[in-house]
């Protein structure tokens, strides 16, 4: 349903539209014979929520400014919502604010239908009410099940639901007070009455170790188990895999190709070579990636299962795979020694790095080495130590080695070397010039748990990413637009990389942000400009808070066959085939690129690609939001055992309520309540981000570093209260309140390849796999 009233309302606020009656405007449609009734019912729920007008000759109107929207409704943790609607003829709208009591029954990820009552301005925002709930994101929640005057209840976990929910007799299922259960919900819970739903799952007692994770499988309904047939499908080509079969495919046996991964990865999907012509004294380049596409065929078992998944899931200590082990981790798994199938690119520059000749081929590799990133990371150290060592070009070197007195690879030729200083090399010029053209550095640290013997959370701290991790990077990225280069350039339709350009308001209020910082920006819409802002604060207290807040600012990357951008990556061409034992839209490329390489052509069907991109989009939000909900709780249940525990932190967003603060050599951001402060009365300015005391004149505005404990920890909710570890403002280590000050100085990280709305880089997962 909510496709096709999108359509109606296309069509009649179209400006060439003329009013028709209700048969002549399905025609117009194009809609099968069988689709009337329901043309016939969402045009009478259009006409009765406002939507749409039948004038005196039963014709069909748009209804007027203020009528009604569809789109998906989210609930934030003060218990109002927002309703984001759904773009129409690629027109985006603001969201639409709702209030608590204006919600219905809805619950975060439904389809709504929102009467508007009051349109968006440049002081407020849009609001409305819920008209109708149209369809459910999911009827399964995942909660803590309790009981209260002989009656069972399930405390929701998060903060979906004001109430709690009635189960009535779980004790068929075997429930216990404080036990995880799975629900399906039969009667949604509204601000005045309780849901009620029935217990289908016992998932064991909160706090024991593994059903945190199992509740966040089911929470978000991710697969487990593979399907007999698919696990048969792949034994059977497992079976049927030579080493020695390499017919039909170009051999890079003999060639010097190697892996960089994280030392716990048990999949390898790339490898990669770097050469230099002795001739032209070019670059040369070559990616070879995992050739999933030899073992699993379209229409199969596997490639149904696949589809379906669209993604691997990296969890904490656990990865949902998108093909069976036999697969991910074996037979199109790059492991050295082995003789593996793979899809290369080989890619020429120019010493002025300008591309040269570019090349695909269906490959055989057999990896020399495996390297861990901390092995390549120390090797590099230990070569820019030597006396006399500078990046090269490929004029300076064709092939000479690095002094062997020094530095070596332990177990290996000596010849890894020399392509290892080759590598950083041309790395380090790619990312040059790819900040030259305009690709944004958001530095957005991803979180690592620390575990103990038993499995337990012992810490966390932010991942690094060296030069070791921007190597692969930036190889990766060269193939994925070299790809999407050359189907551009042969008109051929594939799924893209898409990352549209943010709205201009967005930036402009992002402007505003960063002059209330300190940071002035000439214009909000120049890519430089929105660099130099955050190269300014890339060792400034502010720093979070400012790539935080551009983050925000930026639209969602998403797969699309639609020609568009990729906005921080400055890309005119993009898309993803460097990963395809984890994600399904890098074989479908990889599918499109074998017949390429076979016939000299390739096609495929526009409206398929879409609906494949907006699934595999779905499927990769779904999976990213798992994985930091899982991290978050594990985050939670560790410093629930630290209450009282100190903190230097960083004020990340400021509002009526108190300020909210990152740590900062620790992945955790909590909530210092106003009222906490309890040396003065904090009146709250909107336009500075700013708490300001009225008797103390002390401030707390964005970019502020503070020390705070940790004051109370729902695990429930999932949510961290903090306070001031010294409320009336004494000094300590820098005192709480402090002004603007640089931070001491710090190892500063490299920006991830696709650094903007939790999206991927081309290796991204692989550091936890």
């Known amino acids: 349903m909510p496709d096709l009233l999108a359509k109606i309302l296309h069509a009649v606020t179209a400006k060439s539209y003329v009013p028709l009656k209700a048969k002549p405007l399905f025609k117009r449609l194009n809609l099968g014979a069988d689709a009337y009734p329901e043309f016939r019912r969402t045009v009478r729920e259009l006409i009765r929520t406002g939507r749409l007008t039948m004038g005196r000759n039963n014709t069909l109107r748009a209804g007027d400014a203020h009528g009604s929207v569809t789109g998906v409704y989210r609930r934030a943790a003060s218990g ?104 399906e919900m039969l009667r949604f819970p509204t601000p005045d009455e309780r849901g009620e739903g029935v217990v289908t799952e016992v998932l064991g007692p909160h706090g024991k170790p593994g059903v945190d994770t199992l509740s966040v499988i089911r929470a978000f309904g991710l697969p487990e188990a593979f399907p007999e047939a698919a696990l048969a499908e792949a034994r059977q080509v497992a079976s049927q895999f030579s080493e020695s079969d390499l017919s039909d495919r170009e051999d890079f046996t003999n060639d010097l190709v190697v892996t960089i991964d994280p030392p716990d990865a048990k999949d390898y999907d790339d490898a990669v070579s770097v050469a230099i012509d002795p001739k032209t004294k070019h670059w040369v380049l070559t990616v070879h990636i995992a050739d999933v596409a030899a073992f699993v065929k379209p229409g199969g078992a596997l490639d149904t299962e696949a589809r379906k998944r669209a993604t691997s899931v990296y969890l904490p200590q656990k990865v949902i795979p998108m093909f069976p082990e036999v697969i991910s981790n074996g037979l199109a798994s790059l492991q050295e020694g082995k003789v593996r199938y793979v899809k290369t690119v080989q890619m020429e520059f120019t010493p002025g790095l300008q591309k040269g000749h570019v090349r695909f081929a269906n490959g055989a590799i057999r990896n020399r080495k495996r390297f861990t990133y901390d092995e390549v990371q120390a090797l590099l150290e230990a070569l820019n130590a030597e006396p006399g060592t500078r990046n090269e070009s490929p004029a300076d070197d064709a092939g000479s080695s690095v002094p062997r007195s020094a530095v070596r690879v332990p177990g290996s030729e000596d010849d890894l070397l020399p392509m290892l200083r080759r590598m950083r090399d041309l790395a380090l010029l790619l990312r040059k010039k790819r900040f030259k053209r305009g690709s944004l550095q958001l530095e957005m640290p991803e979180a690592v748990l620390e575990y103990d013997a038993d499995g337990r959370v012992s810490g966390a701290h932010f991942a690094e990413h060296n030069l070791s991790h921007q190597i692969v990077e930036e190889f990766m990225l060269a193939a994925n637009e070299a790809v999407a280069e050359h189907f551009t350039r042969y008109e051929v339709p594939f799924l893209r990389r898409v990352h549209p350009a943010p709205n201009e308001e967005k930036l402009e209020a992002f402007a505003q942000f960063a002059d209330l910082l300190g940071h002035p920006m000439k214009r909000a819409q120049d890519r430089f400009e929105l660099q130099r802002v955050l190269d300014a604060t890339a060792d400034k207290p502010e720093r979070a808070a400012v790539h935080f807040a551009l983050l925000r600012s930026l639209k969602q990357a998403t797969y699309s066959p639609i020609q568009d951008e990729h906005y921080a990556l400055a890309s005119q061409h993009y898309c993803h085939f460097t990963s395809p034992i984890r994600r399904y839209p890098d074989l479908q490329v990889h599918r499109l690129l074998d017949k390429w390489v076979r016939t000299g052509s390739a096609s495929a069907n526009v409206e398929e690609l879409a609906a494949l991109g907006e699934h595999c989009s779905k499927m990769e939000r779904r999976a990213e939001t798992a994985e930091r909900e899982l991290v978050k709780t594990r985050i939670l249940a560790y410093l629930s055992g630290r209450l009282g525990e100190r903190l230097d932190a960083v004020i990340t967003g400021v509002a009526d309520y108190g300020f909210f603060a990152q740590a900062e050599r620790f992945p955790a951001e909590g909530l210092v309540h106003i009222s906490s402060l309890v040396d003065d009365y ?66 500063r990280e490299g920006g991830a390849g696709e650094p903007a709305g939790g999206f991927p880089h081309p290796k991204r997962g692989k550091r936890r796999k």
Do not use: C
Request: glycine share 10%.
């Open 80 to 183: 109002h919502g927002f309703v984001r609607p759904h773009t129409v003829g690629g027109v985006f709208k603001p969201e639409i604010f709702i209030r608590e009591d204006k919600a219905l029954d809805a619950a975060t990820g439904d389809e709504v239908m929102v009467r508007v009552t009051r349109e968006a301005t440049h002081i407020k925002d849009a609001a409305g009410e819920i008209v109708r709930v149209l369809e459910r994101a999911t009827r399964t929640f995942v909660g803590t099940y309790f009981e209260r005057d002989r009656e069972g209840l399930v405390r929701i976990d998060g903060n979906a639901f004001t109430h709690s929910v009635i189960v009535g007799d779980a004790s068929a299922k075997g429930a216990k007070p404080q036990d995880k259960v799975v629900i």
């Open 682 to 747: 904090y009146w709250f300015d909107e336009s500075a981000h700013t708490l300001e005391g009225r008797r103390t004149r002390r401030r707390f505005r964005l970019g502020d570093r503070v020390r705070v404990e940790v004051a109370r920890v729902d695990l429930q909710r999932r949510m961290l209260d903090l306070r001031l570890a010294d409320p009336k403002g004494k000094p300590e280590d820098g005192g709480s309140g402090a002004p603007l000050n640089p931070a001491p100085s710090s190892k």
